[in-house]
């Protein structure tokens, strides 16, 4: 499990395909990578991940079809820069909202504009999805635990308000009109809403 809160971003040092995966290397900080373990749970922009070697700081990981297809992972390149958070332990702070890395799929980022310093980017999703994301919601873009701003359900809209910190932090302030990014639904707004629909359809087959 993951709160949200990223670590960071950090650079993709090596990139190999092959059919059926994609392995993929990262080189962490001294202080983050401290106790990795083979097979721990690391987010790679969101995405729980499986550590399958390690070499000092730097991180590999594989990816199957299935996630490369639900995210953006499938356009990692050497070079780029990705965000990371290591799996939290019992007793650590809980800074955002429970996070799973089971990314739902990708949104588009459909509209960007400066206020200040803060970024407020509109994305894009199925409409499908808009029953999730509610006005002050939680929801997890690449990883990040964000409050969810204005919402337009009819379009399959919603925004965003960025931090100078979370900009820092993170690739948000890269991002441009058309980009992608992961999303994955507050789980426990998911299950209220499945659950409130499944009750009242119960009742109304009475």
Not at 37 to 50: K, T
Not at 91 to 109: A, F, Q
Request: proline content about 3%; glycine content about 10%; hydrophobic content about 40%.
């Amino acid at each position: 499990m993951f709160s949200g809160i990223t670590r960071g971003l950090f650079p993709v040092v090596e990139l190999g395909r092959r059919e059926g995966v994609t392995r993929f290397t990262v080189e962490l900080s001294s202080e983050l990578s401290v106790g990795v373990e083979l097979g721990a749970s690391i987010a790679v922009d969101g995405v729980c991940q499986s550590v399958v070697a390690i070499d000092g700081t730097r991180v590999s990981f594989e990816a199957i079809p299935e996630t490369l297809s639900r995210s953006t992972l499938s356009a990692l390149e050497p070079g780029r820069q990705v965000s990371i958070e290591r799996s939290v332990r019992v007793g650590d702070e809980i800074g955002g909202h429970d996070v799973s890395g089971h990314v739902l799929g990708t949104g588009t980022v459909v509209a960007r504009e400066h206020v200040g310093e803060q970024l407020d980017l509109t994305l894009e999703v199925p409409r499908a999805w808009m029953k999730y994301i509610l006005h002050k919601g939680f929801i997890a873009l690449d990883g990040s635990s964000l409050t969810v701003g204005d919402v337009w359900p009819d379009q399959g809209r919603f925004d965003v308000h960025l931090i100078p910190e979370t900009l820092r932090r993170t690739n948000f302030a890269e991002k441009q009109v058309g980009d992608r990014v992961n999303v994955e639904l507050d789980p426990r707004t998911v299950t209220i809403v499945d659950t409130v629909e499944r009750v009242l359809a119960e009742r109304l087959a009475r």
